[in-house]
């Protein structure tokens, strides 16, 4: 399972930090992912990180602005998100890097809204 936390009402250029902690085995081989999915769009790959947490990749929108991490002791991704825009507003979910909508499991996610 995924329960993602941490979203919420924010200011534009204003910061969040969204956790998602994962249950079940095998996390620590993962390569995970964060998505967001905004009104009326398809759901967008965000910022990647590997098992190890060596290399992260992103989206250029928000490159500079959000840093993905993760912590395999406690089975969870982070997304550090500042200089937030009304852009950014969406649902952010977290999964293994490559899931699919439909075909694999997706947690409830969480809003993120940015007002400006």
């Known amino acids: 399972q995924l329960m993602e936390s941490g979203g919420g009402l924010v200011q534009a250029g204003g910061s969040l930090r969204l956790s998602c902690a994962a249950s079940?085995?095998?996390?620590?081989?993962?390569?995970m992912a964060w998505y967001r999915q905004a009104p009326g769009k398809q759901r967008e790959l965000v910022a990647t990180?590997?098992?190890?947490?060596?290399?992260?990749n992103y989206i250029d929108s928000v490159k500079g602005r959000f840093t993905i991490s993760r912590d395999n002791a406690k089975n969870t991704v982070y997304l550090q998100m500042n200089s937030l825009k009304p852009e950014d507003t969406a649902v952010y979910y977290c999964?293994?890097?490559?899931?699919?909508?439909?075909?694999?499991?997706w947690g409830q996610g969480t809003q993120v809204t940015v007002s400006s």
């Open positions: 999964n293994t890097n490559g899931a699919i909508v439909g075909v694999d499991y």
């Open positions: 079940g085995s095998g996390f620590r081989t993962r390569n």
């Open positions: 990180i590997t098992r190890g947490g060596g290399t992260t």
